[in-house]
Structures are given as C-alpha cells and as structure tokens.
C-alpha cells in the first residue's frame, strides 16, 4: 500500500549514504537532472485529456530524469483513464511572463479594435460575413 | 522581462510573521507596499484569483502554506487507518475499491504538496516536519479502525466532511493553485463517500451482527467527524483571517452544519442512528441541530494525545524508511541512463 507514497519527490539522497548516486560519481559521469536541497528536480506535467484537446497544465512532480517524471506523472495525474496524452518539462526550463510587467509586455496587443471582425461596417442586410 | 518558473523563495518583503495589523501600520511606512497590499485587496474583493507569482502579504502567504501544507499532510497520513484493512478486506469488491482510495488519498497529497511549492516551500522540509512530528494533521486520523465497519463509516463521514470543505475551496478560494488542486480532489473524492455508504448501506440491511456493528463504528465516528471542520468560530484564530483574504468562503460552524444537514438524512435511510440525545430539526432553519462537542477531546488528539497519534507518526516513518533503497535506486538508474546518453564508459 505504500507503493505510491515511494514515488514522493522527497529523496533525501544527499543525506541518505545509500542515495549518493544522486550525485554525479565522476566528473565525467553528469548529472541527469539538477538535484536541489536534497530533493529530486521538479518537472511541470501537462495532459490533454480529450482527442483534439490542447494539452492543460496538470501540476507538477518531482523525479529523477524524464522518464521517471513521466512514470509519476502517470501515477498521480493519470489514475482515471482520461489522459490520452502527457508531457512532462522541466520546472527551470518554462520562461515566463511576470505579472509586474505583464501590462507592457502585452499592451502592443490591446489597442488594435482593427484585428477583430466588430471593427468593420458592413451595409444592412448583407449576410454571410 | 521574463523568469523561469523555477520555485523561489518569495522575497520577504516582510520578514517575521506580522498579524495583519502590524502588517498594516509596517506598510504604511512604504508607500509602494501600502498600494500593494490595497491593490491585492482589491484583488480579492473583486473575486480574482491569485497566483503564484502575484504579489501578495507575506502573512497571506504563510497562512497558505500553514492550511495547505496540513491537508497535504491529512491525506498522506489518512492512507494508515484504512490501508490497516486493504488485506482484510470481505471480498474483491471490496478491496479493489480501498486500494484505489487509498491510491487516490496519496495523490491527493501530492496535488496539495506540488500547490504549495508554488509559495516558494521546500517539499523536502514539508516532509520532514511530518516525519519528526512537528507537522500538524488532521485529528480524524488518530483514532483508530477497530473493524471493517470503520473503512465504510470513514468513507461516508470523513470523505463527507471533507467533500463539503473541498467544494467550497473548490469553488472561492482565492490562491489558484490551491483552488484548481480542489477541483482535482473533489472529482475523485466522490467515489470515495459513496463506496463508503454502500458498503455500510450493505452491512445495516445484513445480520443483526452486522448491522450492529455499523451502528458501533458510526457512533465512535460521529463525533470526531464533526471535529474535523475545527473549532466553533467564536475559537477560531485563523477564520477571521482566512475569510477576509478569501482563502475560506465560510466559517467552521456553517460548514459544519452544511454536513450535518446532508449526513441525517442519509442515516436515517438506512436505519442507522446518530449518537446525539439533543439532534433535532430546527424547523424555522430547516437545520439539524446537534448536542455540544466535546472539544476538550478535540484539543487534546490535535495536541497529540490521541488514541493513534504515536501509531501514525510511526507508521509513516516506517514506510519512508522503508522506500530509502527504492529512492536511491531511481536516482542511481537516473545516473547510469544519463551516463549511456553521453556514451561514457559504463560503470561497472
């Protein structure tokens, strides 16, 4: 019964002497994904639970490398059988938007009525457009 | 312009745990975080969601990470009373439907854990406050399954309560990681009541034997159920709190008589007595009316006197010692298929 709580992004590698193979052996041997704080990395999931459908953030996981994050990433987003397809990205690869600039960065977007249908006349009784 | 979405500790722009009132003449020294703060109040007043990197009062934050991380914790620690019967269980039927449950408390967990990283907290340090008992979870989860009636009243009673919480997190609250993770749990969580109440549907309409011991296991549930939405709102420290910042849409009491009003009926449908001399419906409210709780019971198993509480933390200990060798696996095999990837000479 414990099996799923085994896929718990808590490793405590760096402080347990059995996980030190979460650090590279070598220096030549890298490391699969960034290991922070003695936890495994944190990696994004997105499913798309629709034929059609876009892909949705579901959450998030911890796991050792892609596979492993797609594994857990199964476990705990996919139980139900409605996923019919899931992406698993690295949380520190995702650049985004902050919200304290957000209003300039898409404001060149906000002022132009002219890209949408509404802005146009059209004569009276004209159909189809 | 842009960041990575890599957790940051959130900048302590107030760095204790201010009371909201200290927080307010603190800020008044700043101009900039006193138009914040309005405008974050603005925010909620205006029903918007807050996410995770919105500016927000270091006090609203905390709160957060204080309520998110103890239900987090709830479910992962709900998994010990009813996995004590997953190998008992009477029939296929039966077990397949606790192992699935149980499952489910564990992603649950996850979901919540994952939501509260977003506030900047480490996972890892979550866990250990678990696992060294300085965490706090909910009370329910001390006292112990002493038959298979219990699996059943647990489904229909705690998933229930826990139901009329979620939803009404589901639906207002404020943090959006937190909301969306609700709206998750409560999809699956129904399955979770309903299995529960039939099978104590099935065992009241059985023997005499049986129906007299879903009465037994629902008359040690029913109190400690109602404790689960946490004191009366005259003893409430955080209430206020939460509900102004739109963390909680209501108070404990009115969640507490929202289960109460859907758990008679369902009692009296299947012949099952609730253990409470003074229930009554109140016909001016349409409410049902209960007897007083004893919170002093209440405060001592949240204070770690329970019938299960050394039990649990033990419990849980014991599994996470146990999946050391699984963890250090994953993240050896990590390592070794990494190091094929770069065509280094394999390891021996």
């Known amino acids: 019964m414990y099996g799923t709580i085994l896929t718990v992004g808590d490793a405590d590698a760096q402080h347990d002497p059995a996980g030190r193979a979460a650090s590279p052996a070598s220096p030549e041997e890298p490391t699969p994904v960034e290991v922070a704080d003695g936890q495994w990395a944190l990696w994004e999931v997105f499913t798309q639970e629709a034929q059609g459908a876009p892909h949705e953030h579901a959450g998030s996981v911890r796991a050792t490398d892609a596979e492993h994050a797609l594994q857990n990433a199964r476990d705990v987003y996919g139980r139900r059988g409605r996923v019919l397809s899931m992406w698993v990205v690295p949380t520190g690869a995702i650049r985004a938007t902050t919200p304290d600039e957000s209003a300039p960065f898409f404001e060149p977007g906000d002022d132009k009525p002219y890209r949408h249908p509404h802005f146009y006349k059209v004569p009276r009784g004209v159909r189809g457009l | ?348």
């Open chain 2, 1 to 348: 312009m842009t960041q990575t979405l890599a957790p940051t500790p959130s900048a302590p722009s107030v760095p204790p745990p201010a009371p909201a009132a200290a927080l307010r003449s603190a800020a008044s020294d700043d101009g900039d975080e006193a138009r914040r703060l309005a405008e974050f109040e603005a925010r909620i007043a205006r029903g918007e969601s807050i996410e995770p990197r919105d500016w927000m009062p270091e006090r609203y934050r905390r709160q957060l990470v204080r309520m998110m991380s103890q239900h987090a914790h709830s479910e992962i620690v709900g998994m010990l009373p009813e996995g004590n019967w997953i190998t008992r269980a009477p029939s296929l039927r039966r077990k397949i439907a606790l192992l699935a449950k149980v499952q489910d408390e564990a992603g649950h967990g996850l979901y919540i854990y994952c939501g509260t990283e977003t506030l900047g907290v480490d996972r890892h340090e979550l866990i250990q406050e678990l696992l060294t008992g300085r965490a706090k979870y909910s009370s329910i989860f001390n006292y112990p399954t002493l038959t298979w009636a219990d699996v059943g009243v647990i489904g229909w009673f705690v998933d229930g309560a826990a139901i009329v919480n979620q939803t009404a997190l589901a639906k207002h609250c404020s943090y959006g990681p937190y909301q969306r993770a609700m709206i998750r749990v409560c999809k699956e969580e129904n399955f979770h009541k309903k299995q529960g109440y039939e099978s104590i549907a099935t065992l009241a309409a059985g023997t005499p034997a049986q129906k007299a011991m879903a009465q037994d296991a629902v008359n040690r549930w029913w109190w400690p159920s109602l404790m689960m939405f946490g004191p009366p709102d005259d003893a409430s420290p955080n209430t206020a709190e939460l509900m102004r910042w739109g963390i909680k849409k209501y108070s404990n009491d009115e969640l507490r008589q929202r289960f109460v009003n859907l758990t008679v009926p369902q009692a009296q449908a299947v012949g099952l007595t609730l253990p409470d001399p003074d229930l009554r419906l109140d016909e001016s409210t349409g409410n049902w009316q209960i007897g007083p709780i004893d919170w002093a019971e209440f405060w001592a198993v949240v204070k770690g006197d329970g019938p299960c509480n050394r039990e649990r933390l033990a419990a849980r200990n014991a599994a996470h010692d146990e999946g050391a060798w699984v963890r250090a696996a994953a993240s050896a095999h990590a390592a070794k298929q990494a190091a094929r990837a770069q065509g280094a000479p394999r390891a021996a």
